[in-house]
């Protein structure tokens, strides 16, 4: 079983718009449409159990539309479970928080580059605190942002500061891309081997060979969740990059599913897709 722990998906009324714009700025190509259908439409091709949304609020003001729009996709849709997310410069931090933990979504979303806040921001930190306080798991962006590469507001070593002011065993962390886009040499420096989950979105295909199976082996598959960044990444190719790495199948099934099912835990069997075997 695969679950994709990092994707996008933008309202049907915005995706054209938005996605181009990203496209613009990054250079990238978009693999899906970057609508909720296009996202499906990746699954069932590429025989994708369950897709974690991780929304970005840029704006304070933008979290009511995010956590419906959030709410509603988790609620309705099989194959689909959304994070929140909170700005952590909103006025309103502490209750929004509280907001995604009563409404039952199982974590939140912190990006620093588009919310113009360092990782170890007091700021910041104490959303991370609270947020594992009430019981969720946060993802983080990390590293370069392709959009954004001047920015970077989550080094490694930043990252590390962070994890000396909250308690980690509390709660979930994952740190996005491999734990640092493009910075893999201080992953392993500063966050290989600390209790935080790094997820793979838009860093299997371009991190070596090497220096990925080091950092599984050495940070262990009990805290490596496969992710791809959709519509950033193809769900297919990440799936046939993960197959095809020399690793234990018990290694492969921590990092393709189980870690993810860890952290979910308490969702229903229902809400995952199941494909029967090609025969
Ligand atoms: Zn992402």
Aim: one cysteine or more; a negative charge.
């Amino acid at each position: 079983m695969y679950i994709d722990f990092h994707t996008h998906i933008f309202p049907d009324r915005i995706a054209a718009r938005a996605v181009a714009k990203l496209e613009g700025v990054s250079g990238a190509r978009a693999c899906t449409d970057g609508t909720l259908g296009g996202l499906k439409a990746s699954m069932e091709k590429n025989g994708i159990g369950l897709s974690v949304i991780l929304p970005v609020v840029t704006k304070p003001e933008q979290f009511d539309s995010v956590q419906q729009f959030a709410q509603k996709v988790t609620e309705e849709e099989k194959g689909i479970l959304s994070f929140g997310g909170v700005h952590p410069l909103s006025p309103r931090w502490r209750e929004e928080i509280g907001r995604i933990a009563d409404s039952g979504l199982k974590g939140m979303k912190i990006h620093p580059d588009y919310q113009d806040v360092y990782v170890d921001d007091i700021r910041l930190i104490r959303c991370v605190d609270y947020a594992m306080e009430r019981g969720l798991t946060v993802v983080l962006h990390a590293g370069v942002d392709i959009g954004y590469p001047d920015m970077l507001r989550c080094t490694p070593q930043r990252a590390a500061r962070l994890l000396e002011a909250v308690d980690c065993q509390a709660g979930s962390l994952v740190f996005a891309h491999i734990g640092g886009h493009g910075l893999w040499d201080d992953v392993e420096r500063y966050l290989v081997g600390r209790p935080v989950y790094l997820d793979t979105a838009h860093s299997l295909d371009q991190i070596s060979r090497e220096q990925l199976l080091r950092i599984i082996r050495s940070h262990s598959a009990e805290r490596i969740l496969w992710a791809t960044d959709s519509p950033w990444a193809d769900q297919g190719v990440f799936k046939d990059y993960l197959e095809g790495l020399p690793l234990t199948e018990r290694q492969r099934a921590l990092i393709s599913h189980e870690n993810a099912l860890r952290l979910l835990s308490g969702v229903k069997a229902e809400k995952v897709l199941e494909y029967k075997e090609a025969q």
